[in-house]
């Protein structure tokens, strides 16, 4: 539960940074993919293959959820949690660097 309100915290910072630099990413159709692409321009795609893995795993999951396209393998799952807490271990360290 504590890690929830850190992640909240942290997210919350990070929206008002990059409002601060410009972007503003809304709860609208299409938001999930401008903000992984905006996140990818603001570390300089420093880390592109990961976004882009993200955007994929978007994706399927949006395929997944509607029927067009089979489960993950448990491969593809254990990519994605490579992925994810990679870029959320340098979203705290952007984050923490900018309080």
Known sequence: ???RHVVRGRFARCT????????RIDAG???HAVTID??????GQRHHPQFTRLQRM????????YGTAPEP????LD???LDVTLLLDLAGKAVEAIE
């Open 38 to 43: 905006a996140a990818d321009v603001l570390t």
């Open 16 to 23: 008002g940074r990059r409002a601060g630099g410009g972007y």
């Open 73 to 76: 393998t448990q491969a593809d």
């Open 1 to 3: 539960m504590v890690r």
């Open 29 to 31: 159709k299409g938001a």
């Open 79 to 81: 990519r994605a949690r």
């Open 58 to 65: 978007r994706r399927r999951r949006n395929d997944f959820m």
